[in-house]
């Protein structure tokens, strides 16, 4: 149990373009979904925390404008990344969190993202 | 263009040998600590957690040891095999919320 899936594992965009990054909890409803950027060899950087319902929160220094967070429902939470340029390439991992807090998160594969 | 980041600490182990990964963590007030396995190009992986009035927990083959005194976490993997080579993790739990610890790389020589 406890699966996380992202769509798509990869994706190549042109510059300037939108990109959306889907993340499933597939077999339980997930109370929190976070979204996470990790360049190579660096460690996982958290990038906003959402809740089914309401707006995400950002973390310090993630454009809100340029990183877009839909969690339409306990399920189901959207990255789209608006304006895509070179820098953005990356890879981009969701985890659903269940139960309370401290929430055990579960961690989808991740989608790797290249802006050209 | 892509950012310049640091280098990931590295630690290389013959097959067999016990191996231990240390984290130090960032905030005396973090109260869940989990150790993640990350292969090249997927997720992280759930190894083994442990809450800060603990000081000790052991897993199949893994231990995780926390010393709150100077902020400090290990893991230790016992017996460790090819399978084992992977990027580890430590994340602290900050109010519902995981900051990761910078990783070290494990390389199992066979």
């Known amino acids: 149990g406890a699966v996380v899936s992202q769509h798509p594992s990869w994706v190549i965009c042109k510059s300037g373009t939108s990109v959306k990054i889907e993340c499933r909890s597939l077999d339980f409803q997930a109370t929190t979904m976070f979204w996470y950027r990790q360049f190579p060899k660096q460690s996982l950087m958290l990038m906003a925390t959402?809740?089914?319902?309401?707006?995400?929160?950002?973390e310090q220094g993630v454009e809100k404008d340029k990183f877009l967070i839909n969690h339409a429902s306990l399920t189901l939470s959207t990255l789209t990344v608006t304006s895509a340029h070179p820098e953005d390439s990356s890879f981009y991992i969701c985890?659903?969190?269940?139960?309370?807090?401290?929430?055990?998160?579960?961690f989808g594969p991740g989608t790797r993202l290249t802006v050209t | 263009g892509e950012s310049v980041g640091l280098h990931l600490p590295t630690l290389s182990v013959q097959e067999g040998d016990n191996s231990i990964i240390n984290c130090a963590y960032s905030n005396s007030a973090s109260d869940y600590f989990i150790w993640y396995k990350q292969e090249s190009g997927k997720g992280p992986q759930f190894i083994i957690d442990i809450r800060s009035n603990m000081d000790k927990r052991q897993g199949q083959r893994v231990t995780v040891l926390l010393n709150k005194t100077v902020k400090h976490l290990s893991l230790q993997i016992a017996a460790t095999q090819p399978g084992d080579s992977a990027v580890y993790f430590c994340a602290e739990n900050q109010g519902g919320k995981l900051i990761f610890g910078q990783g070290t790389e494990l390389s199992v020589k066979p």
């Open positions: 959402s809740n089914e319902g309401s707006k995400a929160t950002y």
């Open positions: 985890s659903a969190g269940r139960g309370r807090l401290p929430y055990e998160q579960y």
